[in-house]
């Protein structure tokens, strides 16, 4: 695997690799990889000829500096991951490379924009849309690859690849989970033991939550979803929403859309976890 810092030198190296005809299959993350994250990469180096990660903890996309502060970083362990699942390129480049100078590009995304994570967590959507944008821009991929865990992020990538006519097909990826139903994310290794303990409850709850589905409206659902968090003290419920699967608009009849799925965001102690499942 080439690692490596700079944007000049990957672009020449990708170049090389697009000139014998190789297809390129991308997966942007923000590293202290897990299993979640290397479906991504398995799926990418199956669907192309080339594989590239990216490891880089967006500065502009966290709203809350302490949530910056304390992103996990795990380089070691990452690089080891990407080598043995035969990862080609990862590129792994300084805050300074990204941004020499402050970019202030602002994307209209509209609604898709202000709910749920976009409501909760100002400037984050824009903050991913300028660095994921330099980053189409750099390794130029055929493909590349988002996982439905954050799956507004995947909405506002799809929509940002549409507004500016960039000629990458961007592929949802499942959510990956742990045994007991956890969806995995880089965030729950900073959970203590007695909150990991805790953690399954949210996927548990979205599983008896679709069971209610369609005796209970959209609205009655959600108080159901809010009532199962507030009897436990170690929760507080950020949002629950049930959305539309393209818009992300709440929906208020069954009968609003072809597709719809529950959103959560929880705080467990001090740690901000998201989940979501379909419904119809
Ligand atoms: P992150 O490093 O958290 O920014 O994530 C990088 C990519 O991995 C994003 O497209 C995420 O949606 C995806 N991802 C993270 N966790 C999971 C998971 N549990 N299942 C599927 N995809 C995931």
Request: proline share 6%; charged share 25%; aromatic share 10%.
């Amino acid at each position: 695997m080439i690692i490596n810092e700079y944007i000049a030198e990957l672009k020449q190296l990708l170049m090389h690799e697009r000139s014998q005809a190789k297809t390129i299959g991308f997966v942007p993350t923000m590293g202290a990889l897990h299993p979640g994250h290397l479906e991504l990469m398995k799926q990418a180096k199956k669907e192309n000829d080339i594989l590239v990660a990216s490891i880089f903890v967006n500065p502009i996309q966290f709203n809350n500096p302490e949530d910056l502060k304390k992103y996990p970083r795990t380089f070691e362990t990452d690089r080891q991951m990407l080598e043995d699942i035969g990862c080609d390129f990862l590129f792994y480049p300084s805050a300074e490379e990204i941004y020499p100078e402050p970019d202030n590009t602002y994307y209209d995304f509209g609604a898709l924009a202000q709910c749920m994570e976009g409501e909760k967590r100002p400037g984050h959507f824009n903050g991913v849309a300028i660095v994921v944008r330099k980053l189409f821009d750099i390794v130029e991929p055929d493909k590349a690859y988002f996982g439905e865990k954050d799956f507004q992020q995947l909405a506002i990538i799809q929509a940002l690849v549409r507004k500016l006519n960039m000629p990458v097909q961007v592929i949802p990826c499942p959510i990956v989970r742990e045994v007991d139903g956890l969806a995995m994310s880089s965030r729950n290794m900073r959970l203590s033991k007695e909150a990991r303990q805790e953690a399954p409850f949210i996927y548990e709850t979205l599983k008896r939550a679709i069971t209610l589905f369609p005796t209970y409206s959209p609205e009655a659902l959600k108080h159901w979803v809010a009532g199962q968090f507030e009897n436990k003290e170690t929760f507080t419920v950020d949002y629950i929403e049930i959305a539309d699967t393209t818009e992300l608009q709440a929906v208020h009849n069954w009968e609003d859309a072809s597709g719809i799925s529950l959103f959560v965001a929880v705080f467990l102690e001090e740690v901000r976890l998201i989940d979501n499942i379909r419904i119809i």
